[in-house]
């Protein structure tokens, strides 16, 4: 029916998805904490690269980002995305569902941060309120982008909406190397991380507010196939 919610299915392109951001989260996990000298070499490289300049204002706007982007300012987007795009059909589960799905990244990432010897930029705006806590790897700030990011993809299929997604996400993991607290490298976990578990979460998928299209007209120079009468019994 027409403004129906679909119900929640882990299709095999999501579950490929999931499984594929996982197992690079793990890799890119492996590599810093054996502090892979290749990998620490484009990290310092990047992060020249991309570091603003305290009191400029790249680095005001890369403040403002990080501010936007703090966990729990990204648990009450998601749950109001969640509310909105689905509408009152949907009732609250997938709010519930979503601040779950943010709890469970938020324990990997402590969790990673607690075991991983991974130590952040020397630059790390000390005294700031950018300044993040424990270790370096991986970015929260990134992780709940990207969980906001996948949240709208899974919701709607309006390309404006997922445009500005996608470009909240690269934002904050822009910031918050901008910011000197995190490494590149540290901010693609995050979003794998944040990937992975978006792509999986039991969510409704994409809502169709006009409902299931109609079958179309059949392409010119082909006649719509009809179906074989029934045959009487012998």
Do not use: N, Q
Not at 84 to 110: D, S
């Amino acid at each position: 029916p027409a403004g129906a919610v679909p119900a929640p299915v882990l299709t095999g392109g999501r579950a490929a998805t999931g499984a594929c951001c996982a197992a690079a989260f793990a890799a890119l996990a492996a590599l810093v904490g054996t502090g892979w000298a290749p990998l620490a070499r484009a990290d310092e490289r990047l992060r020249d690269a991309l570091w603003a300049e305290p009191g400029g204002p790249a680095d005001a706007l890369a403040v403002a980002v990080s501010w936007a982007g703090v966990g729990p300012l990204a648990a009450l987007a998601g749950a109001a995305l969640a509310l909105g795009l689905l509408g009152p059909r949907a009732g609250w589960r997938p709010a519930l569902v979503w601040l779950l799905a943010l709890t469970a990244g938020a324990a990997v990432e402590l969790t990673m941060k607690a075991l991983l010897p991974s130590e952040r930029p020397e630059e790390g705006g000390l005294g700031s309120a950018t300044l993040g806590l424990g270790g370096s790897f991986p970015s929260g700030h990134a992780l709940y982008a990207a969980l906001v990011a996948g949240l709208v993809w899974r919701l709607t299929a309006a390309p404006a909406a997922r445009a500005a997604a996608v470009a909240w996400l690269l934002a904050v993991a822009w910031a918050r190397v901008a910011v000197g607290v995190h490494w590149p490298s540290d901010a693609a976990g995050g979003a794998l991380l944040g990937i992975a578990l978006a792509a999986i979460v039991p969510l409704p998928g994409v809502v169709s507010p006009a409902g299931p299209r109609a079958p179309g007209p059949a392409p010119p120079g082909r006649r719509p196939r009809r179906r074989a009468a029934a045959r009487p019994p012998r």
